[in-house]
């Protein structure tokens, strides 16, 4: 079975610094990963995906993500930190089951951003 | 484009009253339906899926239980509800090589 873990179940930054989420995935072959945004009170919003092209994946809002086989990771960065970013981040891989794809969460990040 | 509509978004229910949860997609024909549960402070555990009309799998073993009536709708009920059924619900749908597209969410309080 494929799993994520977050390394990170919060995470505080100032305004304008760099956004560092850590995610470490594990899975028996090439996955499908991505990265998901949750607002107070909100449903989900998908941020980026990797699906097995390019390594580096760019996102809405500025994030963007890289993916590293060797180091079985998934981390979401973000160059710049604007207060709007501050929400819970879920990293996600995907598992195909009878047709289907399952969605396997990570336990989120809580990003909160200081002004 | 694709839509998915989720109703209601909050609901109060008390111990032992019934429940059922409604999904819709547009814009989309035979997707990939999902229904997943999110504790409070914690992530997201798919409770079933359905991958056409009738066809419904359970991941986990629960109070709950789901239904797809047509191709596009997606149903998630309970008989009785447990104070354990509390938690925010989300649908999703799929295609193929996708990720989940959600809808909003119902935050279902039972007390």
């Known amino acids: 079975a494929q799993s994520v873990t977050q390394l990170d179940s919060h995470v505080s930054v100032s305004e304008g610094t760099p956004v560092l989420l850590r995610c470490n995935y594990s899975?028996?072959?090439?996955?499908?990963l991505f990265w998901y945004v949750q607002h107070p009170n909100k449903g989900l919003q998908l941020l980026l995906k990797?699906?097995?092209?390019?390594?580096l994946v760019k996102g809405i809002n500025g994030f963007e993500a890289e993916f590293k086989k060797s180091e079985t990771s998934f981390h979401l960065t973000k160059p710049s930190a604007h207060m709007s970013d501050a929400a819970e981040y879920f990293c996600?891989?995907?598992?195909?089951?009878?047709?289907?794809?399952?969605?396997?969460f990570g336990q989120g990040t809580r990003l909160t951003i200081n002004p | 484009s694709q839509t998915i509509h989720q109703w209601p978004a909050t609901l109060v229910q008390p111990v032992g009253s019934p429940l059922s949860l409604e999904c819709t997609v547009e814009?989309?024909?035979?997707?990939?339906l999902y229904w997943y549960r999110q504790a409070a402070g914690r992530g997201l555990q798919l409770l079933f899926y359905?991958?056409?009309?009738?066809?419904i799998s359970s991941e986990v073993p629960q109070n709950l239980s789901a239904s797809r009536p047509q191709d596009r709708q997606f149903i998630l009920s309970s008989k009785k509800l447990l104070l354990s059924d509390s938690g925010f619900y989300l649908c999703?749908?799929?295609?193929?090589?996708?990720?989940?597209?959600f809808g909003s969410g119902t935050q279902l309080s039972v007390l």
């Open positions: 990797y699906t097995s092209a390019a390594t």
């Open positions: 999703a749908w799929s295609g193929k090589g996708t990720g989940g597209v």
């Open positions: 996600v891989v995907s598992e195909g089951i009878q047709g289907a794809q399952k969605l396997v």
């Open positions: 899975s028996s072959y090439s996955p499908s």
């Open positions: 359905s991958v056409g009309i009738g066809q």
């Open positions: 814009g989309t024909s035979n997707p990939n």
